[in-house]
């Protein structure tokens, strides 16, 4: 610290802010919290757009801050900020919030008389958004999607199974990929694999038996000595003899090709078919089917219920659609209205968000 500027020792609340800022970011999200390095960027990134805030709109330079400015008050005019300003939507402040929560808790914990803080940040109400629309397809789209594919070709029979595993596990598309053999269990009454997801989060899907079937004529023709050689990609692509790990560009490819020869026959598919399109649909089909939300959202590895409510109001828009069109001939009489500083890197890097 024998670069900085004598302000700055003066200033011991801020230098003590950047010192718990620092092990916030390097020590108690990625290794107490084990949270993935993408969520721990994205938390940096939460924080550089708060101080950004509190420079513009109150004159708060980096080296100025103090555990005082993560008040309800100002947090509460950041989430305005980041809506009007930034125009970002309502999730996008939600989570811009729980980076904030997140250290003002980890803060309370160190110094309890600063604690009050995480109170007043817990009080500020998330925002509320229309949820977006998920995209899926209905159950003769998907089957015909699933025909297109020709199974003779050793290419296309793992296309064909990579789209028919993942709806049946309802995983993302990136969880597929990163499926090894050593992740599947065979059992032939219950098979099921583990899916590694956000936060390295790893769950247990099961397998319906047509998917298990399909999975072992698979490995007959991709992985004949699948028991041995455990640690291999289940799905893979070889170049000059040697396998790799297939990527999503791959997937993307041919499931648009899929999507625009399935549309010919099935007017009713969306003008792109994409990967996640199959994880939404499974999910709606559940749903559906009278799996509970709780059972869905953990089937699904979402971290909120919350998160999961989008197939409910999927499933309820499509329905307010179908009766809206099923009463549009009717003539509804029109309702008449009742009433016409200076070294601010230097901060941002001993806080540890560089």
Not at 26 to 41: A, D, G
């Amino acid at each position: 610290m024998h670069h900085l500027s004598r302000r700055w020792l003066m200033n011991k609340e801020n230098v003590e802010l950047t010192k718990r800022l620092r092990d916030f970011f390097q020590i108690y999200l990625p290794k107490q919290k084990c949270y993935s390095e993408n969520t721990v960027t994205s938390y940096k990134y939460a924080f550089n757009l708060f101080f950004d805030f509190l420079n513009s709109r109150k004159g708060i330079g980096m080296t100025k801050i103090t555990m005082d400015c993560f008040s309800g008050e100002s947090v509460s005019e950041f989430m305005e900020w980041l809506s009007r300003e930034r125009n970002n939507s309502a999730s996008t402040c939600n989570q811009r919030l729980m980076a904030l929560r997140s250290f003002a808790k980890y803060n309370g914990t160190k110094d309890f008389s600063q604690f009050s803080l995480y109170a007043e940040m817990k009080s500020i109400p998330a925002k509320k958004g229309r949820p977006k629309t998920v995209e899926f397809l209905s159950e003769s789209a998907l089957e015909i999607l699933l025909k297109q594919p020709n199974a003779k070709k050793i290419s296309e029979m793992r296309n064909q199974f990579f789209m028919i595993l993942m709806y049946d596990t309802a995983a993302r598309c990136q969880e597929m990929l990163d499926i090894r053999i050593k992740d599947i269990c065979f059992n032939e009454k219950t098979p099921y694999l583990y899916l590694t997801g956000k936060g390295s989060k790893t769950r247990s899907v099961p397998m319906m038996d047509a998917t298990y079937r399909h999975l072992l004529k698979y490995l007959e023709k991709f992985h004949p000595d699948y028991k041995k050689n455990t640690d291999e990609f289940l799905f893979y692509i070889t170049t000059h003899g040697i396998r790799h790990q297939m990527s999503q560009d791959t997937v993307e490819v041919f499931m648009k090709r899929y999507g625009k020869t399935a549309k010919l026959i099935c007017p009713d598919l969306p003008d792109k078919v994409h990967p996640h399109q199959l994880r939404h649909t499974r999910a709606i089909h559940l749903y559906r089917s009278g799996m509970p939300l709780s059972i869905l959202s953990e089937f699904l590895g979402h971290c909120s219920e919350e998160t999961t409510r989008i197939y409910a109001y999927a499933d309820t828009e499509m329905k307010r659609e179908a009766i809206n069109k099923a009463t549009a001939d009717i003539a509804v009489p029109e309702e008449k209205p009742i009433w016409d500083e200076t070294d601010e890197e230097t901060f941002r890097k001993l806080a540890g968000l560089r």
